[in-house]
Structures are given as structure tokens and as C-alpha cells.
């Protein structure tokens, strides 16, 4: 059974940094080279939105037109964990970020809704 698990969200100031980490264990049943790992997040009284998304061969960033410049995704495949480098944070990216791991282009569909997830980490931005 695939399990993923977020790290590293926090209390930060605006314009502050953190780096986010999600690490997968399992197996989701694809070929490894196919998949991806996505994140996203979701603020309070908000649907969940698309921030990032990888594939784990590093290729192929994708990113939220919001976190474009600022957030960077990067993945470790001998580590099992896909990164998220968020820089220059706004209140406006409080929200409980979650991880997720598909083939890439159902990641990117919008309200996607996959079958696997972690149980997310909070971010909160202060001003």
C-alpha cells in the first residue's frame, strides 16, 4: 500500500522560506518512470488547489500560475521524496499543503482527486 508523508511546514513571517518534504513508500502499481508527484493545498473554507508537479526522472516542472518564480519542486528518486522550495512566502499561501503521486497528467487535471495522498502539512504565513 502506498503511503506518503509531508514535513516541514510551519510558522513563518511574509517573505520567509521553508521547504516542504514528502516522502513515499509503496508501490502505486505504475512504472516507476511514469509517475509523478504532485503538490497541493488548501486553505481554510477553500477547495484544493494545484501548486507543483514532478516527475520523479527531475523532468517536467509544472507550477501554479500563483507560485510561479517563488515555489521550486524537485525530486530525490533514490530517496523516495519530492521536495517543495518555497521562497518569498505571502499570507495568501497559508493553507494545508498536501502531496500526491499519479501519472503526470492526471495531476495536472483540474479538481483532480487521486487515489493517493498524504495527510498534508499546515503552513501558516504571518504578517
Known amino acids: 500500500q502506498v503511503q506518503l508523508k509531508e514535513s516541514g511546514g510551519g510558522l513563518v513571517q511574509v517573505g520567509d522560506s521553508l521547504r516542504l518534504s514528502c516522502v513515499v513508500s509503496?508501490?502505486?502499481?505504475?512504472?516507476?518512470?511514469?509517475?509523478?508527484m504532485g503538490w497541493f493545498r488548501q486553505a481554510p473554507g477553500k477547495e484544493r488547489d494545484f501548486v507543483a508537479a514532478?516527475?520523479?526522472?527531475?523532468?517536467?516542472?509544472w507550477y501554479a500560475d500563483s507560485v510561479k518564480g517563488r515555489f521550486t519542486i524537485s525530486a530525490d528518486s533514490a530517496k523516495n521524496t519530492v521536495y517543495l522550495q518555497m521562497n518569498s512566502l505571502k499570507v495568501e499561501d497559508t493553507a494545508v499543503y498536501y502531496c500526491?503521486?499519479?501519472?503526470?497528467?492526471?495531476?495536472?487535471?483540474?479538481?483532480?482527486?487521486?487515489?493517493?495522498w498524504g495527510k498534508g502539512t499546515l503552513v501558516t504565513v504571518s504578517s
Open positions: 500526491a503521486t499519479d501519472l503526470l497528467s492526471r495531476l495536472l487535471v483540474p479538481d483532480y482527486d487521486g487515489d493517493y
Open positions: 514532478i516527475r520523479w526522472s527531475g523532468n517536467d516542472p
Open positions: 509503496g508501490h502505486t502499481g505504475h512504472t516507476f518512470s511514469d509517475y509523478a
